[in-house]
């Protein structure tokens, strides 16, 4: 088993855990042993809840593999449910819990609690988080669901939201106005938010919107077919794919297609704004399957970028990134290794990078300026305003969002350029700072920005000098491709056998590198 100080999925039981925690009335008992109980750091501090999850572990120790654990787990689901009251119990196993082979589920099954209690068989060792937040939901929809009449009003089911997930709460407001526009309603918004309660009358939707396929296609296929429910396809991210998603609910439900536009600003920006700042600017997409597909539409037709990388780190999504690479002419990275990941984004050196937590600190080191489309995120991409990615204000979030790094990059870039001047030189400190007088000269070089010095620390081990005047003038180049041309002069002058990089060396491998 490959341990890494990164991941980007967790273990199957992690996927369960965002059902559980995004429903309500739900409990969830987790045969665990002690170093496995991680949840309340998980939700409630990098999603910040309010709620603590509701899940219960057995927390079994060294000392107890030697006696009945299946003891101990038949006391933990007893209590929790004398202390929950739970509508619904889900039981299952941690990856290390697994080894020990207790069957959580069939001890359950035998203790005769008086709710619905749904075994979860997750296979810790071949598949990760998604996968276990998908089987979980699918679990709970085929043990509760089932066919009723129809509500009289065309109405439907939102399913694929869970805790943890890239703005969930907030694509969910943002899909159900656009089906509010057309006289549609939901009927239930599952897992998040709802109960078994909920997950029972799911049948009596008209269609479902799928809005996650990572964690809810499982049971659209299945509600598609046990209960004759279609379901849609087109995810509403950007705005060419909001337009094609209320077209496709138009034709599920026969409901003529309305869509205002009335606050959309993403065409008009995205036209406007500079071109420095967007067009053909080359970027590398990665996350999950359905984000990276959304934004890679997204990226090419309604921003103006080229795509020359794009990849998704959960396996079940790899064949159609892989058939959207191959339509946009690159090869896709499918690989949950982040280490492989920034591999490739050194080879491509690309100008800007779309996506996890994990490529944002990739960018930090390499110098390339991130946005963050999909999760794993941390506790900044869980903003306590309106953010959607959905609809059409997630459009605008987008745009927002994608634009902020190249704006602020050129920003960095004029403070660079006018380094010298009395009021922006290195020495003078914040400039912000009302009344900061500029720190007298100590001897020495200035200080340096923390992107020159990690510049400087990835050169380490080169055997090339870089002259004062060839420094000078490689910060008139915009920090956002300054380590492009850093790596090349120094490629360049290797090659060549020379020794120390002049103006004029750095001059020939620019021109040497645009042949």
């Not at 204000?393 to 920003?411: K, Q, R, S």
């Amino acid at each position: 088993m490959k341990l890494t100080v990164w991941t980007y999925e967790g273990p199957p039981h992690v996927g369960a855990m965002r059902v559980a925690t995004g429903m309500t009335d739900l409990h969830y008992v987790l045969h665990a042993p002690q170093g496995d109980t991680y949840a309340d750091l998980l939700f409630t501090m990098i999603e910040r809840r309010d709620h603590r999850p509701p899940v219960t572990y057995t927390t079994f120790q060294a000392r107890d593999l030697g006696a009945d654990t299946a003891n101990l787990f038949k006391q933990a689901a007893q209590d929790a449910y004398d202390r929950f009251k739970p509508q619904a119990i889900i039981v299952g196993a941690s990856c290390t819990a697994e080894l020990i082979q207790d069957d959580p589920g069939g001890m359950a099954e035998t203790m005769g609690l008086p709710v619905p209690t749904i075994p979860l068989e997750l296979p810790s060792y071949q598949r990760k988080e998604n996968f276990g937040a998908d089987e979980t939901f699918f679990q709970i929809v085929k043990t509760l669901a089932k066919p009723m009449e129809r509500t009289k009003q065309i109405t439907a089911n939102l399913i694929g939201p869970t805790a943890l997930g890239f703005r969930h709460r907030d694509d969910i407001q943002e899909v159900t106005a656009l089906l509010s526009d057309m006289g549609i309603s939901v009927n239930v918004v599952a897992p998040m938010t709802s109960s078994p309660a909920d997950i029972a009358r799911m049948g009596a939707a008209h269609f479902n919107v799928l809005m996650y396929p990572e964690t809810a296609e499982s049971a659209a296929r299945w509600m598609e077919r046990e209960l004759g429910q279609s379901y849609t396809k087109i995810v509403p991210i950007g705005v060419g794919a909001t337009r094609d998603f209320v077209n496709e609910v138009a034709e599920l439900t026969g409901v003529a297609p309305y869509l205002d536009t009335s606050r959309l600003r993403l065409p008009w920006y995205s036209r406007s704004v500079d071109s420095t700042y967007l067009t053909g600017k080359r970027v590398f997409l990665f996350g999950d399957g359905t984000h990276v597909l959304a934004a890679a539409r997204v990226a090419q037709d309604e921003m103006g970028f080229e795509v020359i990388g794009m990849g998704c780190y959960n396996r079940e999504m790899a064949r159609p990134v892989r058939a959207k690479a191959k339509e946009m002419g690159i090869d896709a990275t499918i690989t949950d290794d982040y280490l492989e990941v920034e591999r490739t984004i050194e080879v491509l050196q690309p100008e800007m990078i779309l996506g996890t937590q994990m490529e944002r600190h990739i960018g930090k080191r390499l110098g390339i300026p991130c946005a963050v489309i999909s999760a794993p995120v941390h506790v900044q991409d869980f903003p306590a305003r309106y953010s959607p990615q959905m609809g059409i204000e997630g459009a605008n979030v987008i745009f927002d969002t994608w634009v902020h790094p190249l704006v602020m990059g050129l920003e960095e870039h004029l403070l660079h350029m006018f380094r010298e001047d009395f009021e922006f030189h290195d020495a003078a400190g914040p400039s912000h700072h009302g009344g900061h007088a500029p720190l007298a000269d100590a001897g020495g070089p200035a200080p340096q920005t923390p992107r020159d010095i990690s510049s400087q620390e990835k050169t380490q081990g080169v055997d090339v000098i870089w002259l004062p005047a060839a420094e000078k003038e490689l910060k008139k180049i915009p920090f956002f491709v300054r380590g492009k041309a850093r790596r090349n002069t120094e490629v360049f002058a290797t090659e060549r056998g020379v020794a120390e990089i002049s103006v004029d060396t750095l001059y020939e491998a620019k021109a040497h590198y645009a042949r």
